[in-house]
T-cell receptor, first 113, second 115 residues
Protein backbone atom coordinates (compact mmCIF):
# COMPACT_ATOMS: atom_id res chain seq x y z
CA UNK A 1 0.00 0.00 0.00
CA UNK A 2 1.14 3.53 -0.66
CA UNK A 3 2.10 5.35 2.48
CA UNK A 4 3.38 8.65 1.26
CA UNK A 5 1.53 11.23 -0.67
CA UNK A 6 3.24 13.78 -2.80
CA UNK A 7 1.85 17.08 -3.81
CA UNK A 8 1.41 18.45 -6.25
CA UNK A 9 0.70 15.42 -8.42
CA UNK A 10 1.92 17.39 -11.42
CA UNK A 11 3.97 20.55 -11.75
CA UNK A 12 4.85 22.54 -14.85
CA UNK A 13 7.42 25.33 -14.68
CA UNK A 14 9.76 27.30 -16.93
CA UNK A 15 13.45 26.61 -17.15
CA UNK A 16 15.34 28.60 -14.51
CA UNK A 17 12.49 28.57 -12.01
CA UNK A 18 12.56 26.63 -8.76
CA UNK A 19 10.43 23.53 -8.26
CA UNK A 20 9.13 22.48 -4.86
CA UNK A 21 7.55 19.10 -4.17
CA UNK A 22 6.12 17.94 -0.87
CA UNK A 23 5.74 14.50 0.65
CA UNK A 24 3.81 13.24 3.66
CA UNK A 25 4.18 9.87 5.33
CA UNK A 26 2.50 7.98 8.15
CA UNK A 27 4.92 5.91 10.22
CA UNK A 28 8.01 6.73 12.25
CA UNK A 29 11.10 6.56 10.08
CA UNK A 30 14.87 6.15 10.19
CA UNK A 31 15.38 7.78 6.81
CA UNK A 32 13.52 9.46 4.00
CA UNK A 33 14.79 9.33 0.46
CA UNK A 34 13.95 11.07 -2.78
CA UNK A 35 14.17 9.28 -6.11
CA UNK A 36 13.80 10.42 -9.69
CA UNK A 37 12.32 8.35 -12.50
CA UNK A 38 12.37 8.99 -16.22
CA UNK A 39 9.78 7.44 -18.51
CA UNK A 40 8.44 5.00 -15.94
CA UNK A 41 11.61 2.92 -15.72
CA UNK A 42 14.59 2.78 -13.36
CA UNK A 43 14.70 4.90 -10.24
CA UNK A 44 17.71 7.09 -9.56
CA UNK A 45 18.56 7.88 -5.97
CA UNK A 46 18.83 11.63 -5.37
CA UNK A 47 19.28 12.20 -1.67
CA UNK A 48 18.76 10.57 1.73
CA UNK A 49 17.92 12.48 4.87
CA UNK A 50 18.05 10.84 8.28
CA UNK A 51 15.36 11.31 10.89
CA UNK A 52 17.65 13.41 13.08
CA UNK A 53 18.42 15.82 10.24
CA UNK A 54 16.25 18.77 9.33
CA UNK A 55 17.81 19.92 6.07
CA UNK A 56 20.23 18.59 3.53
CA UNK A 57 21.73 19.94 0.32
CA UNK A 58 23.18 18.26 -2.73
CA UNK A 59 24.02 20.45 -5.70
CA UNK A 60 20.79 22.10 -6.83
CA UNK A 61 18.72 19.94 -4.49
CA UNK A 62 17.55 20.94 -1.04
CA UNK A 63 15.57 18.57 1.14
CA UNK A 64 13.86 19.38 4.40
CA UNK A 65 12.36 16.98 6.91
CA UNK A 66 9.84 17.72 9.65
CA UNK A 67 9.32 14.53 11.65
CA UNK A 68 6.72 16.18 13.90
CA UNK A 69 4.53 16.78 10.84
CA UNK A 70 5.72 13.63 9.07
CA UNK A 71 6.52 15.64 5.98
CA UNK A 72 9.40 16.45 3.67
CA UNK A 73 10.00 18.80 0.80
CA UNK A 74 12.32 18.64 -2.20
CA UNK A 75 13.44 21.89 -3.79
CA UNK A 76 15.15 21.91 -7.16
CA UNK A 77 16.71 25.29 -7.84
CA UNK A 78 17.38 26.81 -11.26
CA UNK A 79 15.52 24.00 -13.00
CA UNK A 80 16.55 22.67 -16.40
CA UNK A 81 14.59 20.90 -19.12
CA UNK A 82 16.58 17.77 -18.22
CA UNK A 83 14.98 17.81 -14.76
CA UNK A 84 11.70 16.75 -16.36
CA UNK A 85 10.82 13.47 -14.64
CA UNK A 86 8.71 11.96 -11.88
CA UNK A 87 9.95 12.41 -8.33
CA UNK A 88 9.14 10.05 -5.47
CA UNK A 89 9.76 10.13 -1.76
CA UNK A 90 10.34 6.82 0.00
CA UNK A 91 10.50 5.89 3.66
CA UNK A 92 11.44 2.95 5.80
CA UNK A 93 9.65 2.09 9.06
CA UNK A 94 11.52 2.46 12.33
CA UNK A 95 8.66 0.95 14.36
CA UNK A 96 8.83 -2.41 12.63
CA UNK A 97 12.43 -2.23 11.42
CA UNK A 98 11.17 -3.06 7.99
CA UNK A 99 13.84 -2.51 5.30
CA UNK A 100 11.44 -2.27 2.40
CA UNK A 101 10.76 1.23 1.13
CA UNK A 102 7.27 2.67 0.99
CA UNK A 103 6.88 5.10 -1.88
CA UNK A 104 4.54 7.97 -2.45
CA UNK A 105 2.54 8.34 -5.63
CA UNK A 106 4.99 10.84 -7.10
CA UNK A 107 5.10 14.33 -8.55
CA UNK A 108 5.39 14.60 -12.32
CA UNK A 109 7.59 17.61 -13.07
CA UNK A 110 7.64 19.21 -16.50
CA UNK A 111 10.27 21.89 -17.11
CA UNK A 112 9.56 23.93 -20.21
CA UNK A 113 12.65 25.14 -22.11
CA UNK B 1 29.16 -4.79 -13.91
CA UNK B 2 28.13 -1.36 -12.86
CA UNK B 3 24.54 -1.44 -11.70
CA UNK B 4 21.56 -3.69 -11.14
CA UNK B 5 20.46 -5.42 -14.32
CA UNK B 6 17.12 -7.00 -15.12
CA UNK B 7 16.03 -9.29 -17.91
CA UNK B 8 14.02 -9.25 -20.01
CA UNK B 9 13.38 -5.55 -20.37
CA UNK B 10 9.94 -6.29 -21.79
CA UNK B 11 7.78 -9.39 -21.54
CA UNK B 12 4.46 -9.93 -23.24
CA UNK B 13 2.51 -13.01 -22.27
CA UNK B 14 -1.00 -14.38 -22.40
CA UNK B 15 -3.35 -14.70 -19.50
CA UNK B 16 -2.77 -17.95 -17.65
CA UNK B 17 0.87 -18.36 -18.65
CA UNK B 18 3.89 -18.64 -16.36
CA UNK B 19 6.66 -16.02 -16.41
CA UNK B 20 10.07 -15.60 -14.83
CA UNK B 21 11.79 -12.27 -14.33
CA UNK B 22 15.48 -12.11 -13.52
CA UNK B 23 17.50 -9.66 -11.45
CA UNK B 24 21.29 -9.40 -11.21
CA UNK B 25 22.21 -7.24 -8.24
CA UNK B 26 25.36 -5.21 -7.76
CA UNK B 27 28.23 -7.49 -6.86
CA UNK B 28 28.69 -7.71 -3.12
CA UNK B 29 25.20 -6.50 -2.26
CA UNK B 30 23.62 -8.94 0.15
CA UNK B 31 20.17 -7.35 0.22
CA UNK B 32 17.82 -7.62 -2.76
CA UNK B 33 14.32 -6.22 -3.16
CA UNK B 34 11.50 -6.66 -5.66
CA UNK B 35 8.93 -3.93 -6.23
CA UNK B 36 6.02 -3.60 -8.64
CA UNK B 37 4.94 -0.32 -10.21
CA UNK B 38 1.62 0.24 -11.91
CA UNK B 39 1.08 3.09 -14.33
CA UNK B 40 0.95 6.45 -12.60
CA UNK B 41 1.80 5.03 -9.20
CA UNK B 42 4.87 4.70 -7.04
CA UNK B 43 6.60 1.33 -6.64
CA UNK B 44 5.06 -1.13 -4.19
CA UNK B 45 7.15 -3.59 -2.21
CA UNK B 46 6.88 -7.29 -2.98
CA UNK B 47 9.71 -9.20 -1.28
CA UNK B 48 13.11 -8.65 0.35
CA UNK B 49 16.04 -11.08 0.49
CA UNK B 50 18.96 -10.92 2.87
CA UNK B 51 21.42 -13.39 1.40
CA UNK B 52 19.59 -16.48 0.19
CA UNK B 53 16.57 -16.19 2.45
CA UNK B 54 13.41 -14.18 2.04
CA UNK B 55 13.51 -11.91 5.07
CA UNK B 56 10.19 -10.24 4.27
CA UNK B 57 7.65 -11.49 1.73
CA UNK B 58 4.71 -9.57 3.11
CA UNK B 59 4.23 -7.65 -0.12
CA UNK B 60 3.55 -10.63 -2.37
CA UNK B 61 -0.08 -10.22 -3.44
CA UNK B 62 -1.00 -13.92 -3.49
CA UNK B 63 0.44 -17.40 -3.85
CA UNK B 64 0.83 -17.06 -7.63
CA UNK B 65 3.89 -14.95 -6.91
CA UNK B 66 7.12 -16.54 -5.75
CA UNK B 67 10.78 -15.47 -5.73
CA UNK B 68 14.06 -17.25 -5.16
CA UNK B 69 17.68 -16.33 -4.65
CA UNK B 70 19.41 -19.69 -4.33
CA UNK B 71 23.02 -18.52 -4.21
CA UNK B 72 22.54 -15.15 -2.62
CA UNK B 73 23.14 -13.23 -5.83
CA UNK B 74 20.80 -13.51 -8.82
CA UNK B 75 17.11 -13.57 -8.03
CA UNK B 76 14.15 -14.78 -10.06
CA UNK B 77 10.59 -13.59 -9.58
CA UNK B 78 8.10 -16.19 -10.75
CA UNK B 79 4.47 -15.54 -11.55
CA UNK B 80 2.10 -18.43 -12.18
CA UNK B 81 -1.22 -18.28 -14.03
CA UNK B 82 -0.71 -14.66 -14.96
CA UNK B 83 -3.67 -12.30 -14.94
CA UNK B 84 -4.19 -9.02 -16.77
CA UNK B 85 -3.91 -7.22 -13.44
CA UNK B 86 -0.32 -8.42 -13.13
CA UNK B 87 0.68 -6.05 -15.93
CA UNK B 88 3.17 -3.58 -14.45
CA UNK B 89 6.84 -2.69 -14.34
CA UNK B 90 8.70 -5.02 -11.99
CA UNK B 91 11.67 -3.31 -10.36
CA UNK B 92 14.57 -4.92 -8.58
CA UNK B 93 16.90 -3.13 -6.16
CA UNK B 94 19.95 -4.13 -4.18
CA UNK B 95 21.84 -2.71 -1.25
CA UNK B 96 24.83 -3.57 0.91
CA UNK B 97 22.57 -4.92 3.64
CA UNK B 98 23.87 -5.25 7.16
CA UNK B 99 22.58 -3.68 10.33
CA UNK B 100 22.56 -0.06 9.29
CA UNK B 101 20.43 1.20 6.50
CA UNK B 102 21.98 1.37 3.05
CA UNK B 103 20.80 3.07 -0.10
CA UNK B 104 18.88 0.89 -2.51
CA UNK B 105 20.06 0.91 -6.11
CA UNK B 106 17.38 0.14 -8.67
CA UNK B 107 17.54 -1.70 -11.97
CA UNK B 108 15.80 -0.51 -15.15
CA UNK B 109 12.83 -2.79 -14.58
CA UNK B 110 10.95 -5.40 -16.59
CA UNK B 111 7.73 -4.23 -18.20
CA UNK B 112 5.28 -7.15 -18.05
CA UNK B 113 2.18 -7.05 -20.23
CA UNK B 114 -0.43 -9.76 -19.80
CA UNK B 115 -2.84 -9.93 -22.71
Amino acid sequence: SQQGEEDPQALSIQEGENATMNCSYKTSINNLQWYRQNSGRGLVHLILIRSNEREKHSGRLRVTLDTSKKSSSLLITASRAADTASYFCATDDSDTGRRALTFGSGTRLQVQP
Amino acid sequence: GAGVSQTPSNKVTEKGKYVELRCDPISGHTALYWYRQSLGQGPEFLIYFQGTGAADDSGLPNDRFFAVRPEGSVSTLKIQRTERGDSAVYLCASSLGGLSYNEQFFGPGTRLTVL
